[in-house]
């Protein structure tokens, strides 16, 4: 009536541990810290692309900073920095830009997720970065909002 089992079950262990890559909780966490990073220093540079003169400093700075965490948890790789992905044109906008709110926003997301990777690693230096760039998104969305009143 019923037809018999001929392959092997997928939730059966593998034969050796060999046979597959182990990595630790700890060289996890690293990997998706610095992937929140990177994501993080992505938006920074869309956001430098389309800010006003005004904010570059900020930005350039944390985006130096971003780079620096980035490949000390990719023992000493760079990140991939591409060019800006500014979208119509390209000259900067003033405050109220609504592209600059969304970059705002997801970039404080973004620190966001990286802060809690950072603390359940215990990652003092990133943790610490991590919050000042929610900080910083932060404010810069209330400004907006204010702006608007």
């Known amino acids: 009536m019923y037809e018999p089992i001929r392959t092997k079950s997928v939730h059966t262990m593998a034969g050796a541990a060999e046979d597959f890559p182990h990595r630790s909780r700890e060289e996890e966490l690293d990997i998706q810290l610095a992937g929140h990073l990177a994501a993080l220093l992505a938006?920074?540079?869309?956001?430098?692309?389309?800010?006003?003169?005004?904010?570059?400093t900020d930005l350039d700075a944390a985006a130096e900073q971003l780079a620096q965490e980035v490949a000390r948890l990719r023992d000493g790789k760079a990140p991939v920095r591409a060019a800006a992905t500014a979208t119509g044109d390209d000259t900067p906008g003033d405050r109220r830009d609504p592209r600059l709110a969304a970059l705002h926003q997801r970039a404080h997301a973004l620190a966001g997720r990286a802060l809690v990777v950072a603390a359940s690693r215990?990652?003092?230096?990133?943790?610490i970065l991590a919050a000042r760039r929610m900080d910083a998104h932060a404010a810069a969305q209330e400004g907006r909002q204010l702006a608007a009143c």
């Open 43 to 56: 938006v920074t540079d869309d956001l430098r692309a389309l800010s006003p003169d005004t904010d570059l």
């Open 122 to 127: 215990a990652d003092t230096a990133a943790a």
